[in-house]
């Protein structure tokens, strides 16, 4: 029987055939080959070639079987890494892209046997952050490359030096203010006084002063209308004037002594300041790993500084598994012990100064400790908890 014509209907329906998927019961894996129906997927399974590939798989099946598996896994990921980036995805859509290719790996070859398992595993080897909700499982891709990282860093450093520059322009801003303010006379300010009369039959008068003096002629009529007032109520204004200028004084002396202590407090706010810095990494310290780019393996897990480069990374060991990063300060957190245990001050006045832990204050996010070296040896001082951390 001779092929079918190219516009005949048999030889447009093999087309639309071969064009559109198979279902994946009828693919065979070993021999790459996709059946259309059970009767051409019975003669595949009968033929030579096919019963030659199950001989070769029989002697060694964990090593097609983990070469499919690796082959899935690595496509899925590429996939997934530039279709959808490090964006939140449904884990169906992904695969449904995934097996459009006509050359793609079968998940019924793998190790997995459904997709939800092969999404567990991800989430289990920290490949991808995987969440499951009322809809599904939902995977995210964790992009581990070292340029993708070391541009992330470098972004995160130049913002921290941006906001550090604002800072100190704005506190230079303030500092010149205050010069200008302390640089100039302090003249004695009005001081407003309430109005009162001994009795109420008693006239009130006002004391313009020699301020009321208007220049040019009228400034005799207000002299002789000044005067008149004065003689008028000397009696009762010399009283008025004592209680104003006692209450005055009093007034004046409060607002002097609450500018002193002003200042006392401007001094030791700017002294505090001075010695603050933006970088706190100190080696021998433990700390903890609050970034969740490493995955499941590293994020909350305790850590100690080897070295500190640049003041703003750090080397790290970890604790439970001995493996060494490098991470930026962003990624870390100063760790509390427990009370009587020894600590490191990282920020403020007592910066490198070691000192012992002898209570919390978890209102006032502070702890109270006790320097045990230094020149105030034995002093007490309350430290806030990202100044301070445990010693190794």
């Not at 760790?335 to 490198?352: E, M, S």
Request: charge should be positive; include cysteine.
């Amino acid at each position: 029987m001779g092929k079918a014509d190219f516009l005949s209907p048999k030889a447009i329906s093999n087309r639309i055939k071969a064009k559109g998927l198979q279902k994946l019961r009828w693919y065979c894996q070993m021999c790459q080959k996709q059946c259309r129906d059970e009767n051409g997927f019975k003669c595949h399974c009968m033929s030579e070639s096919h019963q030659r590939q199950l001989l070769l798989a029989s002697e060694n099946p964990n090593k097609f079987l983990d070469y499919f598996s690796d082959e899935f896994k690595s496509d899925f990921l590429e996939l997934l890494r530039r279709r959808f980036g490090t964006k939140r995805v449904h884990n169906n859509i992904v695969y449904n892209e995934y097996i459009s290719h006509r050359e793609h790996i079968h998940m019924n070859s793998t190790q997995w046997e459904t997709l939800t398992d092969f999404t567990k595993w991800l989430g289990r080897k920290g490949l991808c952050k995987v969440d499951e909700t009322p809809k599904g499982w939902y995977i995210q891709y964790i992009d581990r490359d070292p340029e993708t990282i070391r541009r992330q860093e470098e972004q995160a450093r130049k913002k921290k030096h941006e906001l550090d520059d604002e800072e100190r322009s704005a506190k230079f801003i303030e500092e010149q203010v205050r010069r200008g303010q302390d640089g100039k006379e302090t003249g004695e300010a009005p001081v407003y006084t309430e109005l009162k009369r001994e009795s109420e039959e008693e006239k009130v008068a006002f004391n313009l002063g020699a301020s009321c003096s208007v220049a040019g002629t009228s400034k005799s009529s207000s002299a002789v209308g000044v005067s008149a007032l004065k003689a008028a109520a000397s009696s009762s204004s010399s009283s008025v004037k004592r209680k104003d200028t006692s209450s005055g004084s009093d007034v004046r002396g409060e607002k002097k002594k609450k500018s002193a202590l002003e200042e006392i407090i401007e001094m030791e706010e700017k002294k505090k300041h001075s010695t603050r810095t933006d970088y706190w990494l100190q080696p021998n310290i433990i700390v903890k790993i609050i970034t969740k780019r490493l995955g499941e393996k590293y994020h909350k897990k305790k850590a100690v500084i080897l070295e500190v480069r640049d003041k703003y990374a750090a080397v790290v060991k970890m604790i439970d598994s001995g493996d060494k990063l490098r991470l930026d300060q962003s990624h870390l957190e100063t760790v509390i012990p427990a009370p009587g245990k020894r600590v490191l001050i990282l920020n403020g006045p007592y910066r490198d100064t070691g000192a012992l832990l002898e209570g919390i204050d978890e209102k006032n996010f502070s702890a109270t400790l006790t320097l045990d070296s230094g020149h105030q040896k034995g002093k007490s001082v309350d430290i806030a908890y990202e100044d301070f951390s445990k010693l190794a």
